[in-house]
């Protein structure tokens, strides 16, 4: 198993303009989730699904969209980026939305000029 | 806002010793899990304890949990240089579902 891929690695972006921040898992995980991390904040979830067809808002959700049509994929947009979404992008998943322990994919490097 | 806070921000200690980090919380919790991340990566899931247990081990990590205090600490022995990273306890609210809050993390330096 891949476990959980993130693509790209790192983006640049500017002001106003929009991507789709990629997440996939192959271990048929329901609940899957999104988090930013900066600098003295920690990780904060953004947005997060426990199921196919389910989404819902985490802790810092303006500004980013969700969506999930199949249980593999979680991709994360950002509709016109701001440089405040300037972060490392987090995906995880877990076998349910009782299961304790997440699983992590290697991240994102986002910069918004 | 950050459920957890963890202390201290970082510590820097020599191989061999032990290494205790701290994490505080502010609501009733389901469970608390501690994570890994090296530098540059992703985070890799150490060690989970649960509201009902007090202590834990696996290999040389030790986590102890007081509800009372809502305060959980990780204990890592006889530390090595492969142990250098950062370290995050986060924590599941009891009324969140499968959502975890993460503190801000401690940096581990072990110096070979």
């Known amino acids: 198993n891949a476990g959980v891929t993130q693509t790209p690695k790192f983006q640049v972006l500017k002001t106003g303009q929009s991507m789709t921040l990629q997440c996939a898992q192959d271990?048929?995980?329901?609940?899957m989730s999104w988090y930013r991390q900066d600098p003295g904040m920690g990780l904060r979830l953004i947005h997060y699904?426990?199921?196919?067809?389910?989404?819902d808002q985490g802790e810092v959700p303006n500004g980013y969209n969700v969506s999930r049509s199949t249980t593999e994929d979680f991709p994360l947009r950002l509709l016109s980026a701001a440089p405040s979404q300037t972060s490392v992008y987090f995906c995880?998943?877990?076998?349910?939305?009782?299961?304790?322990?997440?699983?992590f994919g290697p991240g994102t490097r986002l910069t918004v000029l | 806002s950050q459920q957890g806070e963890e202390d201290p921000q970082a510590l820097s200690i020599q191989e061999g010793e032990n290494a205790t980090m701290n994490c505080s919380y502010k609501?009733?919790?389901?469970?608390l899990q501690w994570y890994r991340q090296n530098s540059g990566r992703g985070l890799v899931h150490l060690i989970l304890?649960?509201?009902?247990?007090r202590e834990k081990h696996s290999g040389r990590l030790r986590v102890t949990l007081d509800t009372s205090k809502k305060s959980s600490s990780l204990l890592i022995t006889a530390s090595r240089a492969a142990d250098t990273a950062s370290y995050f306890c986060?924590?599941?609210?009891?009324?969140?579902?499968?959502?975890?809050?993460f503190g801000e993390g401690t940096q581990l330096t072990v110096n070979p």
């Open positions: 271990m048929n995980h329901e609940y």
């Open positions: 304890i649960r509201s009902n247990e």
């Open positions: 609501t009733s919790i389901n469970n």
């Open positions: 995880a998943s877990s076998p349910s939305a009782g299961t304790d322990t997440q699983y």
């Open positions: 699904s426990v199921g196919a067809g389910i989404t």
């Open positions: 986060a924590t599941k609210e009891e009324t969140s579902g499968s959502r975890l809050t």
